[in-house]
Nanobody, 123 residues
Framework: QVQLVESGGGLVQPGGSLRLSCAAS????????IGWFRQAPGKEREGVSC????????YYADSVKGRFTISRDNAKNTVYLQMNSLKPEDTAVYYC????????????????WGQGTQVTVSS
């Protein structure tokens, strides 16, 4: 069975850093499209960063470009989101997601989701 288990969320101060992890089971992560999404209260879920299944190219939302980095450890079948220079507007529930193929970072193109982990950036 496909399963995604997230960890690493928490409370950090503005300017701080946090690394989210998403451990995958039931499939080989490096063969799939992978994405990190977030949803803040009252807002739509948005794509933060994704990895294409075709060539492994990465996408970053403009709001996080230069601050966030997506990566994966194939040996651990885990994908990470390193978040630096965090801002209050980064506060959201962060989800990892995957699908068998894809090049987009739109939530409608992903079929398997983790449970979400809360990230709160506040002083």
């Amino acid at each position: 069975q496909v399963q995604l288990v997230e960890s690493g969320g928490g409370l950090v101060q503005p300017g701080g850093s946090l690394r989210l992890s998403c451990a995958a089971s039931g499939f080989t992560l490096d063969y799939n499209a992978i994405g990190w999404f977030r949803q803040a209260p009252g807002k739509e879920r948005e794509g933060v960063s994704c990895i294409s299944s075709s060539d492994g190219s990465t996408y970053y939302a403009d709001s996080v470009k230069g601050r966030f980095t997506i990566s994966r450890d194939n040996a651990k079948n885990t994908v990470y989101l390193q978040m630096n220079s965090l801002k209050p507007e980064d506060t959201a529930v962060y989800y990892c997601a995957t699908w068998w193929s894809g090049t987009s970072c739109h939530d409608g193109d992903y079929g398997y989701w983790g449970q979400g982990t809360q990230v709160t950036v506040s002083s």
